[in-house]
């Protein structure tokens, strides 16, 4: 009988933990024995996500939900058992704003409501009605904002998908690769050529998919525990990987943690954000560790405060603000978290979550926690006139932030496949590569378990039955 086969997943952030998940349970539907271990570096599992509950609020770090329909996402929820666990965001989350020269908008939603989107010129918004007429398909990368341009007009690429990325990923549009960033909107050129056309066309699909925005009553650190639970004891905590060999002994690798001692694994996956993973990769390919570093992050902030209903001259409406380019607002946008999931904040009361930083803010890690809370009010003044002072606040802080797929990111992630040649049985899993959202990363870890078990040397035997 064959050895099980051993894997070591390195992060446990909701990338590694949901490959690991995949790993797993291809192993189990293919009969293949298996010796599973996730390492992960601090105390607790999740990464950049968690959820604290305090004083009745629900205070979430980062991704405070998922935008997916049917998929691997509602697979791994409906596996894990978690369908009574999932709440959906209210109605009235549906309307979104936009802050603009000093004040709020309404962003549209359809054609009509684009009419009268006093953002953008009149010759502006006939610019994006023109986009089925005008329409061509391009076979080069581009940056977001030249694409937005050539369907849209530069003045809605500016005020729509401007504000779009620096919203997601706290990012800049112009230098932002639509191909690896957004590569459904390259899907839908290519399929329709026309932005429109594509929207119209794609309706009953998406009717079918059923998109909605959604997340899990406790938040979503429910999702971390869950995954954790099912991995039965293989999460490691406290655990960091300090290193990462060939194996002498075998085709896989030595990995050691601060104890020195290495343990030997067929097939690695480091499921980390760039930086720790280029310097595990460098003692065996240092290109390869080159290409990973070079894959910048933003440095993300967020505040959240507790208010109550009556602090506001203007009620905090929809889902929240985000906040154009070239604004002068210190915020990247504000989430109404209790207009979303009401259940997340005490009856009587508003939370809302600011975030701050991205690539217009690089200084941002300089700011003490103090600095932020008053920026972050400052902006939440603005948008909706603060008259009492919040209840309570929280201060998070995303060091390594968001991975930006800027131009060319697409060509390095080719160089960086054809290198891995050369290192078979090693696997890259996280937001740096393939997607960011919560969503992309569930998908993504799908993919990884393919690829490991394909390309598994003991996964090529005979499987164990
Ligand atoms: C403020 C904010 C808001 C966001 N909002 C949304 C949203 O609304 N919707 C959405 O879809 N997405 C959102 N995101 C993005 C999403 O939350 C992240 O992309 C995702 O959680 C990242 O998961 P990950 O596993 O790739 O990385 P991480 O969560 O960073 O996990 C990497 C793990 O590796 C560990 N590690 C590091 N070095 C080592 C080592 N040497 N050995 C072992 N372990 C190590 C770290 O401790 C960490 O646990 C948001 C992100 C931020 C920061």
């Not at 009988?1 to 998940?21: D, E, T, Y």
């Not at 639509?178 to 119209?200: C, K």
């Not at 080159?290 to 929809?318: L, N, Q, W």
Request: glycine share 10%; aromatic share 6%.
């Amino acid at each position: 009988m064959k050895r099980p086969q051993r894997v070591a997943v390195v992060g446990a952030g909701l990338g590694g933990l949901s490959a690991a998940h995949a790993i797993r349970r291809r192993a189990a539907e293919q009969g293949r024995r298996l010796d599973l271990e996730v390492w992960e570096a601090s105390e607790r599992p999740g990464g950049q996500l968690m959820s604290v509950r305090e004083d009745g609020f629900l205070i979430e770090w980062a991704a405070n939900a998922f935008r997916t329909g049917l998929g691997p996402t509602a697979d791994l929820v409906g596996r894990l058992g978690l369908q009574a666990e999932q709440v959906h965001a209210d109605r009235a989350a549906e309307r979104r704003f936009v802050f603009h020269g000093g004040r709020l908008h309404l962003l549209p939603s359809d054609p009509i409501s684009l009419l009268s989107f006093a953002p953008m010129s009149p010759e502006g918004r006939l610019r994006v009605m023109a986009e089925p007429f005008l329409a061509q398909r391009v076979d080069h990368e581009e940056s977001v904002h030249d694409y937005a341009a050539r369907h849209i007009g530069p003045e809605a690429a500016e005020v729509l998908l401007g504000t779009l990325v620096r919203g997601i990923y706290g990012g800049d549009a112009r230098k932002l690769s639509v191909d690896a960033a957004f590569p459904i909107m390259r899907e839908m050129e290519r399929d329709h050529r026309s932005l429109v056309v594509a929207g119209i066309a794609g309706m009953p699909e998406r009717m079918r998919e059923g998109k909605t925005t959604w997340s899990f009553r406790g938040g979503m650190q429910v999702l971390i525990e869950r995954l954790t639970e099912d991995l039965e004891g293989a999460v490691r905590t406290g655990t960091p990987a300090c290193s990462l060999a060939r194996d002498p002994g075998s085709d896989g690798y030595l990995l050691t943690s601060r104890d020195g001692v290495a343990r030997a694994f067929d097939t690695v996956v480091l499921a980390l954000p760039p930086g720790a993973a280029a310097d595990l990769v460098e003692p065996l390919d240092a290109t390869i560790a080159e290409e990973i570093d070079g894959i910048p992050s933003a440095p993300i902030g967020m505040v959240a405060f507790g208010f109550e209903r009556e602090a506001f001259g203007t009620p905090p409406d929809g889902f929240g603000f985000l906040v154009a380019p070239g604004e002068d607002v210190p915020v990247l946008g504000t989430l109404v978290e209790s207009n979303v999931f009401p259940e997340r904040a005490p009856p009587g009361t508003v939370l809302v979550r600011a975030i701050m930083g991205g690539v217009a803010q690089p200084d941002l890690d300089d700011r003490s926690d103090a600095e932020r809370e008053a920026l972050a009010l400052e902006a939440i003044d603005r948008a909706w006139g603060v008259k009492r002072a919040p209840l309570r606040s929280w201060v998070g802080r995303q060091r390594r932030g968001i991975p930006q797929y800027v131009l060319g990111h697409l060509t390095r992630m080719g160089r960086i496949a054809e290198r891995l040649q050369r290192l078979p049985g090693l696997h890259l899993a996280g937001n740096a590569y393939r997607g960011i959202a919560v969503g992309k990363l569930v998908d993504d870890a799908e993919l990884v378990a393919d690829a490991l078990w394909a390309a598994s040397p003991v996964a090529q035997a005979a499987p164990v039955r």
